[in-house]
């Protein structure tokens, strides 16, 4: 069996700018909801495609300096915004390609999440949107 691997370090960029240094983890999840198209009759469930509602959540180094993640996202709670992920920081491509959420909704901004002789990180959940994907 063929496979293929990676070291994991992804593009995140939020409304344009470059976040990739602030974050620790991306996960971006494409999800059609599921209609439920049971008949009368039929032994089994059926479904069909509903809306779409893809999600990107974000780990994040919590920082509170110029330009960085609170400076950067204060002001999108509440907003829709563009956001970006590729698997790594290489050229996009048909191996390294470009998901895009345009329109996401940034719901809320944790502010502190701190524990004693730790990093503080952030999780922010990115829903919703038009998704597409670029490969050149």
């Keep these: 069996m063929a496979t293929s691997t990676y070291l994991s370090n992804p593009v995140v960029t939020i409304n344009s700018v470059d976040m990739s240094d602030q974050c620790t983890s991306a996960v971006f999840t494409r999800m059609i909801e599921s209609l439920e198209s049971t008949a009368f009759g039929q032994t089994n469930r059926s479904y069909v495609g509903g809306l779409e509602n893809s999600t990107l959540t974000v780990t994040m180094y ?38 895009t959420l345009t329109a996401s909704y940034m719901e809320s901004l944790p502010i502190v999440n701190g524990q004693l002789g730790a990093l503080d990180t952030i999780d922010i959940t990115f829903t919703g949107g038009a998704y597409s994907v670029a490969i050149a």
């Design 62 to 99: 919590n920082s509170f300096a110029a330009s960085e993640t609170y400076a950067t996202l204060k002001t999108l709670v509440g907003t829709q915004v563009t956001v970006k992920v590729k698997p790594t920081s290489a050229a996009t491509s048909a191996t390294n390609p470009e998901s």
